[in-house]
T-cell receptor
Framework: GAGVSQSPRYKVAKRGQDVALRCDPI?????LFWYQQALGQGPEFLTY????????KSGLPSDRFFAERPEGSVSTLKIQRTQQEDSAVYLC???????????FGSGTRLTVV | EDQVTQSPEALRLQEGESSSLNCSYT??????LFWYRQDPGKGPEFLFT???AGEEKEKERLKATLTKKESFLHITAPKPEDSATYLC?????????????FGSGTRLSIRP
């Protein structure tokens, strides 16, 4: 596709509910990243894939967060038993070559009530 | 610990009033420094990559420069459409596609 596509754009979840956020990267981009952005802050790294391999998950805040990219293209970020502190914008980015920067999607705004 | 700090947090300028945004970094073995622009409700949009002290890159009214400790984003004669949050970031790690760590950004507002 022409850009990185994320869905849904907005998600309201009740506390304790499980959510799944989807990312469709640019075709051919080997690397895929998930970031969390709180209001007024810069994006914070969550996890990174190279093809289907999850090479770094050091930024995942707890074991309630899980990400996968089973076929090396589409990725899903899953949050189990959501808490209010999970409310944020979740950004996905893909890259072929980091020298030319990452291409970000528009994000999913998650609100936990 | 690797860190990226941006200042000021917010900057309001009159249209045509030039200024600079600052990004200071503490990173061992800097491999590059990125500038991104982020509009409300959108993801960050890549602007520049700088690799070594003394390097400069330009795009329209924006010019990015790099020293050994900081980077500046100079904006010359800005227009209202330049209003956005500007983010600075550095790659962390040694692999060819490392994660990047961001500063908290400078919110730039240009009044007509």
């Amino acid at each position: 596709g022409a850009g990185v596509s994320q869905s849904p754009r907005y998600k309201v979840a009740k506390r304790g509910q499980d959510v799944a956020l989807r990312c469709d990267p640019i075709s051919g981009h080997v690397s895929l990243f998930w970031y969390q952005q709180a209001l007024g802050q810069g994006p914070e790294f969550l996890t990174y894939f190279q093809n289907e391999a999850q090479l770094d998950k050091s930024g995942l805040p707890s074991d309630r967060f899980f990400a996968e990219r089973p076929e090396g293209s589409v990725s899903t970020l899953k949050i189990q038993r959501t808490q209010q502190e999970d409310s944020a914008v979740y950004l996905c980015a893909s890259s072929y070559d980091w020298h030319n920067g990452y291409t970000f999607g528009s994000g999913t705004r998650l609100t936990v009530v | 610990e690797d860190q990226v700090t941006q200042s000021p947090e917010a900057l309001r300028l009159q249209e045509g009033e030039s200024s600079s945004l600052n990004c200071s970094y503490t990173v061992s073995g800097l491999r590059g420094l990125f500038w991104y622009r982020q509009d409300p409700g959108k993801g960050p949009e890549f602007l520049f990559t700088l690799y070594s002290a003394g390097e400069e890159k330009e795009k329209e009214r924006l010019k990015a420069t790099l020293t050994k400790k900081e980077s500046f984003l100079h904006i010359t004669a800005p227009k209202p459409e330049d209003s956005a949050t500007y983010l600075c970031a550095v790659p962390k790690g040694n692999s060819s596609a490392s994660k990047i760590i961001f500063g908290s950004g400078t919110r730039l507002s240009i009044r007509p």
